[in-house]
């Protein structure tokens, strides 16, 4: 059984900052890709950050120059650290990771996190 936590949302005000952690826990043999999804109310959830196992990264462009998505491979934790936030930035962040649970599994599968309340007050 494989596990995403999220920690780290909360209220702040426009122009402040926040850090997002997701740690990925159990039967894990290896984590591809891991991210960050947002879900604003009436919306559709979509990505916000993206980073390989190997450190490739990738960004919505509404947070490119703002946010930054970073990963401890160890711990298998992902990480955001949001500044410059606007209130458009409220939303649910939602943790995504690709894990593959044993050397015998052929396929690598995605596991979301529960998700975190970030609101950015005007």
């Known amino acids: 059984q494989v596990q995403l936590v999220e920690s780290g949302g909360g209220l702040v005000q426009a122009g402040g900052s926040l850090r997002l952690s997701c740690a990925a826990s159990?039967?894990?043999?290896?984590?591809?890709?891991m991210g960050w999804y947002r879900q604003a109310p009436g919306k559709q959830r979509g990505l916000v950050a993206a980073?390989?196992?190997?450190?490739?990264?990738n960004y919505t462009d509404s947070v490119k120059g703002r946010f930054t998505i970073s990963r401890d491979n160890a711990k298998n934790t992902v990480y955001l650290q949001m500044n410059s936030l606007k209130p458009e930035d409220t939303a649910v962040y939602y943790c995504?990771?690709?894990?593959?649970?044993?050397?015998?599994?052929?396929?690598?599968?995605?596991?979301w996190g529960q998700g975190t309340q970030v609101t950015v007050s005007s």
């Open positions: 995504n990771a690709d894990i593959k649970e044993g050397s015998w599994y052929n396929y690598f599968r995605g596991y």
């Open positions: 980073i390989t196992s190997g450190g490739s990264t």
């Open positions: 159990g039967s894990i043999f290896s984590i591809r890709t």
